[in-house]
């Protein structure tokens, strides 16, 4: 805490234009449990990891049901991106009543970088240490942004945030023109591929992910887990392949492939180790 005397409130600038707190919040967001959103024309796939603080407690719900043609999954400190997810809900509800037709997704998420971006210019208030992936289903179409702890928020096609996110979004860098045409299943199966990216050796199984869809003709909901192991069972044995294939080596194709799975790993080997799970991310 004596690095800089620039950090004791969020108001105060430092001598090259920073605000170090809004900063600590985007590295709540980096310690936080892997998030990870995907959209096509018709549909919306929200994932994120369970991590437990110890084998004694359950995990914190990361996935939040703000509509039915609105879902958010959140990343940082869990305690305010239910605070968040809160007023979200709120903003719906009151835009129905009074209009009754539903909130419009890229206004939500208009209002809710507003709400985040006062807590960056009042001194008596701290940035919301929480990134949440906002997937909806409106007129114009499948929609997936990503609000920062900074008051700034993006439209993206596939993204994903929190602990050890780089190594899915190379996976999703590598797929991510084919999602608009893909249907609702491909969109699940390629969520599972990513998470498993970011767990880096653990096994993936249905108690350490949460997987949500929406859709056209398909309210926002929580897959259940038995459905999601069934899921990781048959792509399992589609992530054995590849093993195979290098341990014959015959195929030039298969071992450019391994190659580059290879090349994607070794890249995500420079995270930091003690980034896992945050202390306050339960």
Known sequence: MFRNQYDTDVTTWSPAGRLFQVEYAMEAVKQGSAAIGL????????????KASSELSSHQKKIFKADDHIGVAIAGLTADGRVLCRYMR?????????????????RLVVQLADKAQVCTQRSWKRPYGVGLLVGGLDESGAHLYYNCPSGNYFEYQAFAIGSRSQAAKTYLERKFENFMESSRDDLVKDALFALRETLQGEKLTSS?????????????????????????NEFDIVGEEPPA??????????????????????????????????????
């Open 39 to 50: 959209r096509s024309k018709s549909h919306v796939v929200l994932a994120c990891v369970n």
């Open 90 to 106: 709120n903003e719906c509800i009151n835009y129905s009543y009074t209009y009754e037709s539903q909130l419009p997704v890229g």
């Open 208 to 232: 350490v992910c949460t997987i949500s869809v929406l859709g056209v003709g398909e309210a926002f909901h929580i897959l259940e887990q038995e459905i999601v192991q069934a899921l990781i």
């Open 245 to 282: 294939d290098e341990t014959a080596a015959p195929d030039t194709s298969s071992g450019a492939g391994a190659g580059a799975g290879a090349g994607a790993g070794a890249g995500d080997q420079g995270n930091p180790a003690g980034r896992d799970v945050a202390p306050m991310d339960i």
